[in-house]
């Protein structure tokens, strides 16, 4: 027998052993807790989802390849590092011996890094090295020093240490106990047991608390997920901060589809990932589009040019993080339906429309369909109808409603990816409050990489949603568009509006718009454009 015949029969002979050891699901939720470990981190060590493990934990399913193997020698190896408790001798019921309460270890929290040294740098711009020893921050050994030559992981970017579970205080020594047979007592009639009130019973969760409760662990466990990545790259980048954000950008989409999917083991909608797609969402060659307009905008006010001579103040304004804030949309979760006329529009379904549209009489304004020269009917998302039909409701009077001709559609939610959206969110506002640049910008990558390859693209295989991607294009073009409005409303001139984030106007912006780089705030746009920051423009002869 060859020596590749024999390795093969000891890895069959080494599975078929963990296979017969294979503890009960209580067991293994036992020993990953006593371990401290995370579902998050068992399933990324043996490269399977969170709610795969909680399912194996449960004993809904049994461990299965490809990610059995791994499972079965990480149980065997925390088995040995946490045996089961023995259970007590029968002799000794009933003899415990006094033992010190011992308190619960609260889970440890890291200080913030603005209280910290600052990481030291040598003069190439690499962190300085020295002793490996604890960080004085999360205690895990690092040899990256801070400024007072002290052990810290580079710029602070320490995973938060799990919870403990509190060390067995040793048994006070206690004399030897002999038992001496109780006198016998007299027969008596036992005594009528007292009525004692029932203790009211526990207020149980209800279902919404439940599912938020559950998405709270799961927001918690996913946010580990980023924070640890950036700790690795910068490790293995040894501090340099360009090498580590260059190697977050290129693992940005599987990172961004593994928190996806994490992001859905407590959601209540399933979804198809590859549903079979009428011809207007195929594209008829790689460099040809589908038929679908998302009615991205290039508006410019036709009574203002950079040309003419004037003094007309202009800034030019940027909408923080658009297409993240543009996840919060009504996605078709299932398989796209056909139908005529409008009976495909309803508040509860989305996808495509055919559409002719009404005309748009306000050159003050961008039109709500971009800038479209062709005119006729078109298809277009279900974003951009909703905004038209908002816009033709008596609220605005701005336009008349569009002839929907056709649709195709599907039972859609508008919180779809609401949950990847707040996990991607507040690690973005974290990264803002601490000045992590490399957070912040392996956040952009993610959630701008997740929308572009979720179409038609070689990038990304676990998905195909052309409709989703232009869905989430066209609703934020439809959030920029009710900006410019609302400057209107308040009384600015809008001079341009581009894009999915620029929008350009005359007068007070701060008394409308907060001022900062949150989701819901606006910031001054700079660029090489001579439109950029804050410039002047003269109006034209009418």
């Known amino acids: 027998m060859s020596e590749g015949q024999l390795?093969?029969?000891?890895?069959?002979?080494?599975?078929?052993?963990?296979?017969?050891?294979?503890?009960?699901?209580?067991?293994?939720?036992?020993?990953?807790?006593?371990?401290?470990?995370?579902?998050?981190?068992?399933?990324?060590?043996?490269?399977?989802?969170?709610?795969?493990?909680?399912?194996?934990?449960?004993?809904?399913?049994?461990?299965?390849?490809?990610g059995r193997g791994k499972y079965l020698k990480l149980l065997k190896g925390l088995a040995e590092i946490h045996p089961a408790p023995t259970p007590e001798a029968p002799g000794n019921a009933g003899i415990t011996a006094p033992q010190a309460p011992v308190a619960p270890t609260a889970p440890q929290s890291l200080p913030a890094a603005a209280e910290l040294p600052p990481t030291a740098f040598r003069p190439d711009g690499l962190v300085v090295q020295g002793n490996p020893e604890p960080c004085i921050r999360c205690g895990v050994v690092t040899p990256f020093k801070a400024t007072d030559g002290r052990s810290l992981h580079p710029g602070a970017m320490c995973q938060p240490p799990a919870a403990t579970p509190p060390a067995d205080t040793p048994r006070a020594a206690t004399p030897a106990v002999t038992r001496v047979p109780a006198p016998a007592a007299p027969l008596q009639p036992s005594p009528t047991p007292a009525r004692v009130p029932s203790p009211t019973p526990a207020r149980v969760p209800s279902r919404p608390q439940r599912r938020a409760q559950s998405s709270a662990r799961a927001q918690a466990e996913t946010n580990t997920l980023i924070t640890g990545a950036v700790h690795e790259e910068l490790e293995r980048a040894e501090g340099d901060a360009d090498v580590a954000l260059q190697a977050l950008v290129k693992r940005a989409i599987p990172d961004v589809m593994r928190l996806f999917e994490e992001t859905r083991a407590t959601a209540r909608y399933q979804y198809t990932a590859y549903p079979s797609l009428p011809d207007i969402l195929h594209k008829p060659s790689k460099r040809e589009p589908d038929q679908i307009w998302e009615a991205r905008p290039n508006f410019h006010h036709p009574h203002y040019s950079l040309k003419a001579p004037g003094n007309v103040q202009v800034t030019a304004l940027d909408a923080n993080a658009a297409y993240l804030s543009a996840l919060k949309c009504w996605l078709p979760i299932g398989k796209l339906e056909h139908h005529a006329?409008?009976?495909?529009?309803?508040?509860?379904?989305?996808?495509?429309?055919?559409?002719?549209?009404?005309?748009?009489?306000?050159?003050?304004?961008?039109?709500?369909?971009?800038?479209?020269?062709?005119?006729?009917?078109?298809?277009?998302?279900?974003?951009?109808?909703?905004?038209?039909?908002?816009?033709?409701?008596?609220?605005?009077?701005?336009?008349?409603?569009?002839?929907?001709?056709?649709?195709?559609?599907?039972?859609?939610?508008?919180?779809?990816?609401?949950?990847?959206?707040?996990?991607?969110?507040?690690?973005?506002?974290?990264?803002?409050?601490?000045?992590?640049?490399?957070?912040?910008?392996?956040?952009?990558?993610?959630?701008?990489?997740?929308?572009?390859?979720?179409?038609?693209?070689?990038?990304?295989?676990?998905?195909?949603?052309?409709?989703?991607?232009?869905?989430?294009?066209?609703?934020?073009?439809?959030?920029?568009?009710?900006?410019?409005?609302?400057?209107?409303?308040?009384?600015?001139?809008?001079?341009?509006?581009?894009?999915?984030?620029?929008?350009?106007?005359?007068?007070?912006?701060?008394?409308?718009?907060?001022?900062?780089?949150?989701?819901?705030?606006?910031?001054?746009?700079?660029?090489?454009?001579?439109?950029?920051?804050?410039?002047?423009?003269?109006q034209v002869a009418r």
């Open 341 to 538: 006329g409008s009976d495909g529009v309803d508040a509860k379904r989305s996808g495509v429309h055919l559409i002719t549209p009404a005309p748009w009489n306000h050159p003050h304004l961008p039109d709500p369909l971009g800038d479209r020269e062709e005119p006729g009917a078109l298809w277009i998302t279900d974003a951009t109808l909703r905004l038209l039909l908002r816009l033709s409701g008596p609220k605005y009077g701005l336009i008349e409603a569009p002839t929907v001709h056709e649709s195709w559609t599907s039972g859609a939610t508008e919180n779809f990816l609401d949950a990847l959206r707040k996990v991607l969110a507040a690690a973005r506002e974290t990264a803002l409050a601490q000045d992590d640049t490399i957070t912040e910008g392996y956040v952009k990558a993610m959630y701008s990489k997740f929308i572009s390859t979720m179409g038609e693209s070689i990038h990304n295989r676990e998905i195909q949603r052309p409709d989703w991607m232009h869905i989430i294009h066209s609703q934020a073009y439809a959030n920029l568009w009710g900006k410019a409005y609302k400057a209107h409303q308040a009384g600015l001139e809008v001079i341009a509006m581009m894009g999915t984030d620029e929008l350009h106007v005359s007068g007070d912006w701060r008394q409308v718009f907060t001022e900062g780089r949150g989701l819901t705030q606006m910031k001054i746009k700079h660029s090489d454009a001579k439109a950029s920051g804050e410039y002047s423009v003269g």
């Open 7 to 66: 390795d093969s029969v000891e890895a069959l002979l080494e599975e078929a052993r963990l296979m017969a050891w294979m503890p009960s699901p209580v067991e293994r939720l036992r020993l990953r807790e006593a371990a401290g470990l995370s579902r998050a981190q068992v399933a990324a060590a043996v490269g399977v989802g969170r709610q795969t493990v909680a399912n194996w934990e449960s004993g809904e399913t049994d461990p299965q390849p490809p």
